[in-house]
């Protein structure tokens, strides 16, 4: 299959409407930014709980889905492994350091801390192995022929990825990289909730695709 027989059949190239959602978000977070004059994102602060709310979001659609159980079930275990990452695996919440804002202990401080990186990988484990024996790998195209991928939404998750990277590690500038995971997980769980509700009506986008 040639690039062009592939974007015709998989890729929707026009803008979504879904896309509409993480720019009023983005804009939204931008205001709130600019009056509240917040030039640093603390940990377990408002932001970070939205961002929580927002995968909380995505699981429940799909949870709620339909069709394509075992794909959504696959995705639902990836977005519970999103939201252990954020919380650093439950140390911004046991391992706060007393009196001193924004730190934690590092796992490795504990005397079996270490097995939290064994719990991670095992699960990491177990979801590969969910989605092989119940052939993730197949259904995927089979989703994309009746749901096209929207571009546009992937465009913009590859973006907010790049600046979260810049933000967490270059610039060192928590307002960029909250702000763009929150967007990152906006445009996740609209992608998520988008394609539960498609795949809700099979003949309809059968006919739409003919």
């Not at 079996?112 to 989605?131: D, E, S």
């Not at 052939?135 to 590859?158: H, M, R, T």
Request: charged share 15%; proline share 2%; net charge positive.
């Amino acid at each position: 299959m040639n690039f062009k027989i592939f974007f015709k059949r998989y890729i929707d190239l026009s803008f979504n409407k879904i896309n509409i959602i993480p720019i009023v978000v983005l804009i939204i977070n931008f205001l709130v930014l600019r009056v509240f004059n917040i030039t640093e994102i603390h940990e377990n602060g408002l932001l970070e709980n939205m961002q929580l709310l927002v995968l909380f979001t995505a699981i429940i659609g799909a949870f709620r889905a339909k069709n394509h159980k075992a794909f959504f079930n696959f995705v639902i275990m990836l977005l519970i492994l999103m939201i252990a990452r954020e919380l650093s695996y439950g140390r911004v919440i046991f391992c706060s350091i007393e009196g001193q804002k924004d730190a934690f202990y590092q796992w490795s401080d504990y005397k079996y801390g270490f097995l939290v990186n064994y719990i991670v990988g095992f699960y990491i484990l177990a979801m590969c192995l969910y989605g092989i024996f119940n052939k993730i790998y197949i259904d995927i195209p089979l989703i994309l022929k009746k749901v096209k991928l929207p571009i546009c939404s992937v465009f913009g998750c590859a973006l907010c990825s790049i600046a979260q990277v810049l933000g967490e590690s270059v610039l060192h500038n928590t307002v960029l990289e909250e702000t763009s995971e929150l967007i990152l997980y906006t445009i996740i769980a609209t992608m998520v909730i988008y394609y539960c509700i498609k795949l809700k009506r099979p003949t309809r986008l059968k006919q739409i695709h003919q």
